[in-house]
């Protein structure tokens, strides 16, 4: 009988390296993205770029999914657009939203920009040296607004199987020129 209970937690462990289960926490892996400001300050009525950057704790770049969340506070930044959008496996472009379910849990931010990307059956997104810039979002500062910092944020809305996710927002500096 101790021979099968040793067998079974071998088994077990086996099974949760390979899934990247709890039970052994400390081997799991990430993805990783992080925001980038193109500028550190940025001028009251000015415009300026956040690129979206993606990484991978162990570097394993045949993963099957990402999706994220942008989060910013309307009340000061426009959303304005994008450019060199990452092309394989995106699920749409970039799509503009109401915060409602507050999953940023920043009561500051109220709108979000979805990015999503998908290879389910293949598992080789995104076959591309790591870390990837996914996409630049442009922004817009509004006119008239009290110069201070803005936090951009990033929530995860779905990822591989047995990774976890880390993200990294963005605190963006606001000037009187």
Known sequence: ??????????????VGLLLGSDICP????DQEVSLLPGSSNNPVG???????????????????????????????????GFENLFETGKLADPQLQDDVANNDNDDNTD??????????FGGTW????LPLTLVTFNFS????IQANATKVNISRVTGHVG?????KGAVVNLSNK
Do not use: C, E, W
């Open 26 to 29: 400390a081997l799991a892996s």
């Open 163 to 167: 990774y976890g996710f880390v993200g």
């Open 1 to 14: 009988m101790k021979i099968i209970s040793k067998i079974l937690l071998m088994v077990a462990i086996f």
């Open 46 to 80: 000015s415009s300026f770029t956040l690129t979206v950057q993606y990484d991978v704790s162990d570097s394993d770049n045949t993963l099957t999914s990402l999706g994220v969340r942008v989060h910013f506070d309307s009340t000061k930044l426009d959303f304005t």
């Open 141 to 144: 500062i509004k006119k008239n």
């Open 126 to 129: 995104p076959k591309q040296n």
């Open 111 to 120: 709108k979000l920009v979805l990015l999503s990307y998908s290879d389910p």
